[in-house]
């Protein structure tokens, strides 16, 4: 075969390979649907995602509960039940777990061979990339809106607490909630996914993805208020994201600043808390998703050449 024609083979495959079909939204509607698709035809995770942050709430509100009342009282007043400063915790262990196992499926793709197809497709990378994580977040919201529902129920059981004394901001808190978790997923899927892409290897997604989980909750606010831990401790928090998402959830259910980090009195009230951690969380998902991104393109010329 003379050079040109090999030339001209290679030219029409790069051609293949930038051109597309479809727009964006399209593309983006395809691959959420083969994602969500995929996950609902997997019960067992399914089931795990939803019953696992249950059973660790119960537990975790029945022995720090006891413990913690002092340390509680002192940070945010005696008023606070440990169930309400609990659930913010809940929700973004929840997350973190659904999160940080994202990598598997794209790792799942590239052992069967479907990772590969998709890549010489003409489907925008962009949109791959975004339709994963966006089926993935349905799932994270409906485990928030469980784990919210449980909360209330454990501390109507508990006080006999109305819902107006369970999120201090109402309607709109609770969807401030939902917003912080989705973004605050979303800086951990994308971790979990430039993981797989690294590695291409479905232990060492899973055996990271299980390395960080319970120490970044432990060095952070999640718990106990950052006063009462140790210095070291309260220094790594600073750059834990799931400090930042603690914090603003916990604000927007208590209505009051509670950021643990830093001193911010700028916007007042519960603001000096949610708009600084809700920045630190989407600069995290920026750079983070940008990686993730970059990688995928270049497993994609990688794929063409």
């Given at each position: 075969m003379s050079p040109e024609i090999e030339g001209d083979e290679?030219?029409?495959?790069?051609?293949?390979?930038?051109?597309?079909?479809?727009?964006?939204?399209?593309?983006?509607?395809?691959?959420?649907?083969?994602?969500?698709?995929?996950?609902?035809?997997?019960?067992?995770?399914?089931?795990?995602?939803?019953?696992?942050?249950?059973?660790?709430?119960?537990?975790?509100?029945?022995?720090?509960?006891?413990?913690?009342?002092?340390?509680?009282?002192?940070?945010?007043?005696?008023?606070?039940?440990?169930?309400?400063?609990?659930?913010?915790?809940?929700?973004?262990?929840?997350?973190?777990?659904?999160?940080?196992?994202?990598?598997?499926?794209?790792?799942?793709?590239?052992?069967?061979?479907?990772?590969?197809?998709?890549?010489?497709?003409?489907?925008?990378?962009?949109?791959?990339?975004?339709?994963?994580?966006?089926?993935?977040?349905?799932?994270?919201?409906?485990?928030?809106?469980?784990?919210?529902?449980?909360?209330?129920?454990?501390?109507?059981?508990?006080?006999?607490?109305?819902?107006?004394?369970?999120?201090?901001?109402?309607?709109?808190?609770?969807?401030?909630?939902?917003?912080?978790?989705?973004?605050?997923?979303?800086?951990?899927?994308?971790?979990?996914?430039?993981?797989?892409?690294?590695?291409?290897?479905?232990?060492?997604?899973?055996?990271?993805?299980?390395?960080?989980?319970?120490?970044?909750?432990?060095?952070?606010?999640?718990?106990?208020?950052?006063?009462?831990?140790?210095?070291?401790?309260?220094?790594?928090?600073?750059?834990?994201?799931?400090?930042?998402?603690?914090?603003?959830?916990?604000?927007?259910?208590?209505?009051?600043?509670?950021?643990?980090?830093?001193?911010?009195?700028?916007?007042g009230g519960l603001w000096n808390t949610v708009v600084p951690?809700?920045?630190?969380?989407?600069?995290?998902?920026?750079?983070?998703?940008?990686?993730?991104?970059?990688?995928?393109?270049?497993?994609?010329?990688?794929?063409?050449?």
């Open positions: 290679v030219s029409e495959r790069s051609v293949t390979q930038k051109s597309s079909g479809n727009n964006a939204v399209v593309d983006l509607r395809i691959s959420f649907k083969r994602w969500l698709v995929k996950t609902s035809r997997n019960p067992y995770v399914t089931f795990t995602s939803l019953v696992q942050p249950v059973i660790f709430f119960v537990l975790m509100a029945e022995v720090l509960g006891a413990v913690a009342a002092g340390a509680l009282t002192q940070a945010v007043g005696g008023n606070i039940h440990y169930v309400t400063y609990l659930t913010p915790a809940i929700m973004i262990q929840s997350a973190l777990a659904a999160a940080a196992v994202s990598g598997i499926g794209l790792v799942d793709d590239m052992e069967t061979g479907m990772f590969d197809k998709t890549l010489i497709s003409p489907m925008g990378r962009g949109a791959m990339f975004v339709g994963k994580l966006l089926s993935e977040l349905v799932r994270i919201i409906i485990q928030t809106l469980v784990i919210l529902a449980l909360g209330f129920g454990l501390l109507w059981m508990k006080t006999g607490g109305s819902i107006g004394s369970y999120i201090q901001t109402g309607l709109a808190g609770m969807l401030g909630i939902i917003a912080v978790t989705v973004i605050f997923a979303g800086v951990f899927m994308a971790y979990s996914n430039i993981v797989a892409l690294v590695t291409r290897d479905r232990e060492a997604t899973i055996m990271i993805a299980n390395l960080l989980t319970f120490p970044l909750l432990f060095i952070s606010s999640a718990f106990v208020p950052l006063d009462v831990l140790p210095n070291w401790i309260q220094t790594l928090a600073i750059v834990n994201p799931i400090t930042y998402g603690v914090d603003a959830i916990r604000a927007l259910m208590l209505g009051q600043d509670v950021f643990s980090v830093f001193e911010i009195t700028v916007f951690a809700v920045a630190v969380l989407i600069g995290f998902l920026l750079v983070l998703g940008s990686v993730a991104v970059h990688l995928l393109n270049n497993a994609s010329k990688t794929e063409v050449q």
